[in-house]
């Protein structure tokens, strides 16, 4: 058993909205040996978080407890200390934590986090450490006037997105630090380090400043792109002395320090090295194996998202997509449909159909609905930008119960197809994952549209499992022992049952015609094109004449 006992195991944590996450995996067997959650409502009740979030001041502001963050790592840490593993093979920590998040410290924080005392919890150490109490996190959405201000100090939304990754958005640092200092001047003068949840949570691992990594750093409105550096633009154009607040930005792989005293004497762990933590998207691309371009994944959830890596930091013009620094130093992009599951369940809703039923009607009708369009923005759209919610049918009879449901499915799969595009991304494989995604008709549908191979894949916990794959490879880095990304997931970050969907060539082009027909009807939508009900018209009947396509 001599190997065994010397093979690493490497820990990833993932702080999200709702809860924290910790994997620990053997990479030698490739295997997880340590699954475990914690819902901050439930451990930590005494924060009156709901769903994360503390209680609301107004709908649009959304803040979370810095303090809990710090408890919930110190009972984690708590938990892995008890797993019974061999922990002195713990070699390297790294984590995930959802994006845009901002913790606000004052200048006894840095040497404070250095000499933490192991008798006592985490938390009531860190509450004197900050010049906020509260976090804005990324469901704040009260800063449009700072997003127009910043906006307009960096020169226009065209040339923050093209250095930063994205046009302002509410839910980013940047707007958010503006606002603390606008709201409270005196408080953010106090401040002397802003973190990102992911660089505060590195940083009480390893007792001082940890950096902030280019992949999180890209969800602030405030790092170039192409230097993976701050962008003085709009630093100064954010707020006055912001500069010296920033932490350093570091590749992700880079070593944040070692696992302090505090967390060695209070758990008895080992001297662990901490490697950089990164966004929960970042870390989510390495745990769902998207390290090579043409290999992306659409989430059919809530929202529906398509991400994937990119080698090149191109940028949307249109303003709707992101892009992120990716954890193996190339980038990522990333687009949000807000009428993901909502559109679907309305649907089914409307002609009062069970989800058999619904997949029975994709079934029965023809791939490219005879030319048939329906935009279904039930609720405001952010891809593309719809501020006024509404259906728009384009041949379509009302009450085509059938034609809505193919309908549905059609434009929100031609819509991810289309304005997906800005990333420059030739697709030959989808990984589909969340709940829709178990309909395999809709991923039939995928594959036609997209000219591309699908496969279902089980999420579970990416962003934890992306973090501990992460320590793994930056460990190996550090050590001179570098291992290609390919291989560090495979045999983790892999489809299950590997079913694959092809895509049915003759089907892609009809498709191919459709998306063509697809635009045009957005842009009439949106009051940008003409009618385009002649076309439709004229599809549908091309598609009579073959008997469907
Ligand atoms: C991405 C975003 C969310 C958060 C929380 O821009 O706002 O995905 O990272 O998960």
């Given at each position: ?364 009708t023809p791939p490219g609905n ?5 935009l279904p923005w039930f609720e ?14 384009y041949g379509l009879a009302e ?151």
């Amino acid at each position: 058993m001599f190997h065994a006992l010397n093979m690493p195991y490497y820990l990833g944590l993932d702080s999200s909205t709702q809860s924290l996450t910790a994997i620990i995996i053997d990479a030698d067997e490739r295997r997880v040996v340590f699954e475990s959650s914690l819902a901050f409502d439930e451990a930590l009740p005494q924060y009156g978080t709901d769903h994360g979030v503390l209680p609301r001041s107004a709908p649009d502001v959304a803040l979370s407890s810095p303090v809990m963050w710090a408890d919930a790592l110190d009972q984690m840490m708590g938990r892995v200390a008890a797993s019974g593993l061999d922990l002195p093979r713990l070699a390297a920590i790294s984590g995930s934590a959802q994006q845009h998040g901002s913790v606000y410290l004052n200048a006894s924080a840095s040497a404070a986090l250095a000499s933490l005392d192991p008798a006592q919890p985490l938390g009531g150490q860190i509450a004197p450490l900050l010049s906020r109490a509260v976090s804005p996190i990324w469901m704040d959405s009260s800063t449009a006037e700072e997003c127009a201000e910043i906006t307009s100090a960096t020169g226009g939304a065209e040339r923050l997105s093209r250095h930063t990754g994205s046009r302002a958005f509410e839910r980013f640092t940047g707007p958010q630090i503006r606002k603390f200092y606008k709201g409270e001047p005196e408080a953010y003068h106090a401040t002397a380090r802003i973190h990102l949840v992911s660089s505060f949570l590195a940083s009480l691992l390893a007792g001082r400043d940890a950096p902030v990594d280019p992949g999180d750093g890209s969800g602030m409105n405030l790092m170039d792109l192409a230097t993976g550096d701050w962008w003085s633009p709009a630093v100064e154009g954010t707020a006055p002395g912001l500069a010296s607040k920033l932490p350093a930005v570091r590749p992700a792989f880079s070593i944040a320090g070692t696992l302090s005293p505090y967390w060695q004497q209070r758990h008895r762990l080992p001297a662990a090295q901490v490697i950089t933590w990164s966004g929960d998207n970042p870390c989510s691309l390495i745990g769902t194996g998207l390290v090579r371009e043409g290999r992306v994944a659409i989430s059919l959830g809530t929202s529906d998202v398509i991400f994937g890596l990119m080698r090149e930091p191109r940028v949307d013009a249109t303003g709707t997509g992101h892009v992120f620094g990716a954890p193996t130093g190339d980038f990522m992009g990333l687009t949000v449909f807000k009428n993901g599951s909502i559109a679907r369940e309305r649907v089914r809703d409307m002609f009062g159909m069970s989800w058999p039923e619904f997949s029975h009607a994709l079934d029965a009708t023809p791939p490219g609905n005879i030319g048939r369009i329906f935009l279904p923005w039930f609720e405001p759209e952010i891809t593309p930008p719809v501020s006024t919610p509404g259906v728009h049918r384009y041949g379509l009879a009302e009450g085509d119960a059938p034609g809505h449901v193919r309908g549905v499915v059609e434009a929100q799969l031609m819509a991810l197809a289309r304005h997906s595009r800005w990333m420059g991304v030739e697709v030959d494989t989808i990984y589909a994952t969340g709940g829709a995604s178990a309909n395999v008709q809709i991923l039939q549908v995928m594959a036609d549209v997209f000219g591309a191979d699908v496969y279902r894949f089980e999420v579970g916990n990416s962003a934890a499992l992306g973090a501990a794959l992460r320590a793994w490879h930056g460990e190996r880095h550090a050590a001179g022992a570098p291992i290609p990304w390919d291989d560090v997931v495979s045999g983790f970050a892999e489809p299950v049952g590997a079913r694959r969907l092809r895509s049915r060539g003759a089907l892609h082009d009809v498709y191919i015609d459709l998306m063509r027909v697809h635009a045009a009807c957005e842009a009439h939508a949106l009051g940008n094109g003409p009618d385009p009900t002649p076309w439709v018209q004229e599809l549908a009947a091309r598609s009579q004449e073959l008997g469907g396509w």
